[in-house]
């Protein structure tokens, strides 16, 4: 989890090839019209959220085993959706500071998320609480280096 531009989707695909578990990108179950509000530079809202994240949580469950989400979770409420899902969901929350994450955004083509919603979503971002099974893990080194971190990271 965490907000655009920290590499959920490069560390997540690694986690999930060292688990030999499933990956799913949440970003690729956004409905069109979530995509076009992102890429018009429009921040979601909870309404638009909520049928994307039932849809995360129930391609959690067809899986039907270990899987690994790349998803931005950035509210308790997102997560409490995405914990619907059956068996054990942990959070891995990847964090980067502001100004890396402004230069990778800047840097990044092809993606529907402008550098311009980065705001938005850090406005929205909530830490994960005490009671919530997860960690945070700050990335920096290499891809590899953050997933060793993640996968040893207690909470």
Not at 15 to 22: N, Q, S
Not at 42 to 54: K, S, V
Not at 111 to 139: I, N, R
Request: proline residues 5%.
């Amino acid at each position: 989890m965490g907000v655009s531009g920290t590499g959920k989707t490069t560390v997540g695909r690694l986690i999930a090839e060292r688990l030999g578990a499933t990956f799913i990108e949440g970003d690729d179950l956004h409905p069109a019209a979530n995509v076009e509000s992102m890429r018009a530079g429009i921040p979601l809202t909870d309404a638009q959220r909520a049928p994307w994240l039932a849809l995360i949580r129930d391609a959690m469950d067809a899986a039907g085993g270990d899987t690994v989400v790349a998803c931005s979770a950035l509210r308790r409420a997102y997560r409490d959706v995405l914990r619907g899902a059956h068996g054990r969901v942990r959070f891995v929350h990847l964090v980067v500071p502001p100004d890396e994450l402004t230069r990778r955004l800047e840097a990044r083509a092809g993606h529907f998320m402008p550098a311009t919603l980065l705001a938005s979503q850090l406005a929205t971002l909530e830490d994960l609480e005490p009671d919530e099974d997860g960690v945070d893990v700050l990335v920096a080194g290499t891809p590899e280096a953050v997933t060793d971190e993640a996968l040893t990271a207690r909470a």
